[in-house]
């Protein structure tokens, strides 16, 4: 919700291809308070992994456990970017 000058926050998926082609989730928060980003199941893999962030000092992140999962609950920085990367599970 953009325009509203208390929830400035915008997220958006790329790579809708093939169900296990790439996917990136990006976030934005322009406002000056922390927002919770909550995931919807049917959207995307099941998890993903953070790997940059502007609350970083160094911005590139190399998280090994998934920062976020459907329907779980990310709290993104005030006035960051963060860019998650979708990981694909397959059965062995």
């Excluded at 169900?19 to 980003?37: H, I, K, T, Y």
């Excluded at 960051?80 to 397959?90: A, D, E, L, Y």
């Amino acid at each position: 919700d953009w325009p509203d000058g208390a929830r400035q926050t915008f997220g958006m998926q790329a790579g809708n291809g093939p169900a296990d082609g790439p996917r990136m989730l990006l976030l934005f928060n322009g406002s000056g308070e922390e927002v919770a980003f909550r995931l919807a199941p049917e959207l995307g893999p099941a998890s993903w992994a953070r790997v940059f962030d502007t609350a970083v000092a160094i911005g590139r992140v190399d998280d090994a456990e998934p920062s976020l999962v459907a329907v779980g609950t990310f709290l993104l920085p005030p006035r960051s970017v963060v860019i998650f990367r979708g990981n694909h599970h397959t059965g062995s």
